[in-house]
């Protein structure tokens, strides 16, 4: 008993190492656990240092201001629509790269991969211009007071000015994560987001020859870690050893393949806008109540992202594994890939939800020891946390969906679920109930649980195994 023991540890440190080291994989044989294993683990690290990212951002840029974090948050709730076309494109090329990696076709998978970043550069061009010019008019347009729009537009319009950065970080690393290889994925966001860790203090505080920037200092540091992050996954494209890689047969313009990436993407486009816009409209709600409320919810946002981030990595291996398995001709083994990560997600959004519920106060007072921030903050934290067992299938099923090439199914839920329902049921709850941005915080929890819900259901049915991509 004792050496099987020791004989199963030293099998996960082995397959840990090799998921880490990382290389493309064909995943449409052998052990499902085995390969939600290899994939998860490196998407998971990926995502913690994300997550990581997004906390270690607000901690500095909240010891500038409350308005400085209010407009780190009021500039995201905007900038989610850029990471909404990001994320919509993305899962249109994993779907894709997957499905031709599943059928032996390489050469077919870096064509993808191509026109991908093509589309990827012509949309981050238009968005950069209209951001920058725009910037304060963002700012007006979510409610932000006039001190906190002098004090903040640069922040926005920097970001804005560098959403190329965010667009190829998410595109490319959907190229590998297709081809299987969710290590070099890891390594692209590790590498940005540990290089803006080192430069938030500098350029928000100042060091040496170089001035305090304030909250502008943020955005600076950001778009040069993440520029970084790209120039490293444009150099393994070219020269690595992977499945997918970049050479002048592939280089070019076809209409066809970018035809068929605007086809699935505009689902994934629309399903993640959908649910952004919902989320700005949230935003817009909670700041009637004051920038307090405002700080609070943006402090227990970046907490449960995390979170969420590395359980969003673990569903995104359900992404590579259906796309892969569909190519290869294998429906019921990318279904049952589908049912065993969602039970491991659970598992780990439990775990995770307990510790956030009992010890909400803790976390909170790591950001901030401002009384009003702290209540809404530990309120919001506390009350989405008791749908995170739901929030774990949704994720899976949602992923499923998308990498089957089936964009339209979660679109139209998001729809119904997050616009029809989420954004009134959030305006009766804190306007009219008058319980503020606690009618908020339950409307984001409750929602979600209904899209888990309605995902299962309809994941059931099995339409997705005939989508054709």
Not at 53 to 62: C, G, K, L, P, Y
Not at 143 to 172: H, Q
Not at 215 to 225: D, Q
Not at 406 to 416: A, E, K, L, S, W
Request: net charge positive; charged share 10%.
């Amino acid at each position: 008993m004792r050496n099987l023991f020791f004989h199963n540890i030293k099998s996960i440190i082995a397959n840990f190492r090799q998921a880490v080291r990382g290389g493309e994989q064909d995943f449409t044989t052998g052990s499902i656990k085995k390969a939600i294993f290899m994939l998860s683990v490196p998407m998971i690290l990926e995502m913690v240092m994300e997550s990581l990212f997004a906390v270690v951002d607000v901690f500095f840029v909240s010891r500038v201001s409350v308005n400085a974090v209010a407009t780190v948050g009021l500039t995201e709730s905007v900038l989610m629509i850029v990471y909404s076309i990001a994320i919509g494109l993305s899962m249109a090329t994993t779907a894709m790269v997957a499905r031709r990696v599943g059928e032996k076709k390489p050469h077919e998978a870096a064509i993808v991969a191509v026109q991908a970043i093509f589309l990827a550069l012509s949309l981050s061009v238009v968005i950069g211009i209209t951001g920058g010019i725009f910037a304060p008019d963002i700012l007006r347009l979510m409610v932000g007071e006039e001190s906190l729009i002098s004090e903040g537009y640069g922040y926005t319009r920097i970001i804005f000015l560098g959403n190329a950065t965010v667009m190829l970080i998410f595109l490319i690393n959907a190229v590998f994560r297709g081809a299987g290889n969710a290590s070099i994925a890891m390594r692209a966001l590790w590498i940005s987001n540990i290089l803006n860790m080192i430069l938030d203090p500098i350029f928000i505080f100042g060091l040496g020859p170089v001035p305090a920037m304030g909250v502008e200092g943020a955005a600076i540091a950001t778009t040069i870690g993440r520029g970084t992050g790209v120039l490293f996954q444009i150099y393994y494209l070219f020269n690595g050893s992977g499945i997918v890689k970049l050479t002048k047969e592939v280089i070019g313009i076809k209409l066809e393949v970018i035809s068929s990436l605007i086809k699935v993407s505009i689902g994934g486009i629309l399903q993640f806008l959908i649910e952004t816009a919902s989320w700005i409209f949230l935003v817009r709600i909670i700041a009637e109540f004051g920038s307090a409320a405002l700080a609070g919810y943006q402090i227990a946002f970046r907490i449960i992202v995390f979170t969420l981030l590395p359980s969003w990595g673990m569903a995104n291996a359900a992404a590579t594994l259906v796309g892969q398995n569909l190519g290869a001709n294998q429906p019921d083994r990318a279904e049952s890939s589908v049912w065993k990560t969602a039970l491991y997600n659970v598992i780990f959004l439990a775990f995770v939800g307990l510790i956030f519920f009992v010890f909400a106060r803790e976390f909170v007072g790591i950001f901030t020891d401002v009384k009003d921030v702290m209540g809404h903050a530990i309120l919001a934290l506390q009350i989405i946390c008791f749908g995170y067992i739901f929030f774990a299938y949704g994720m899976v099923m949602v992923q499923a969906f998308n990498g089957a090439g089936d964009t339209r199914t979660p679109t139209i839920m998001n729809i119904f679920i997050f616009w029809i329902f989420q954004i009134p049921f959030a305006y009766w709850m804190s306007i009219h109930l008058e319980l503020g941005p606690v009618g908020v915080f339950w409307a984001i929890a409750i929602a979600h649980s209904v899209v888990a819900v309605v995902g299962v259901i309809i994941f059931k049915r099995g339409r997705w195994k005939l989508i054709k991509v």
